[in-house]
Nanobody, 122 residues
Framework: QVQLVESGGQLVQAGARLRLSCAAS????????MAWFRQAPGKEREFVAF????????VYTNSVKGRFSISRNNAKKMAWLQMNSLKPEDTAVYYC???????????????WGQGTQVTVSS
């Protein structure tokens, strides 16, 4: 079992940078793929990025490539999403998730946080 708690979401202006944090508790954090998803108002939840348990495989959705960066520290049981050059279309609730597979499908993730709101004003 892994419990995940996100933090760091806030209201920012377009072009700003923001770092989201995901604090994990429980067993075997280091063995899980960590991912970030987001859900904008009126839309389905979508994949943002994942990082394999080794940190050697990072994948991003096209819309955030070059702007967002995922990282993790297994010893601290933490994961982060660094978001630069934010756009209004990045506005969403951001969720971190843990799973046993490297995947962009939310179905492959077993553990989820409660989400943190990011709002980007134009």
């Amino acid at each position: 079992q892994v419990q995940l708690v996100e933090s760091g979401g806030q209201l920012v202006q377009a072009g700003a940078r923001l770092r989201l944090s995901c604090a994990a508790s429980g067993e075997k954090f280091s063995s899980y793929t960590m991912a970030w998803f987001r859900q904008a108002p009126g839309k389905e939840r979508e994949f943002v990025a994942f990082m394999s348990w080794t940190g050697g495989n990072n994948v991003y959705t096209n819309s955030v490539k070059g702007r967002f960066s995922i990282s993790r520290n297994n010893a601290k049981k933490m994961a982060w999403l660094q978001m630069n050059s934010l756009k209004p279309e990045d506005t969403a609730v951001y969720y971190c998730a843990a799973g046993s597979f490297d995947s962009d499908s939310e179905k492959k993730y077993d553990y989820w946080g409660q989400g943190t709101q990011v709002t980007v004003s134009s």
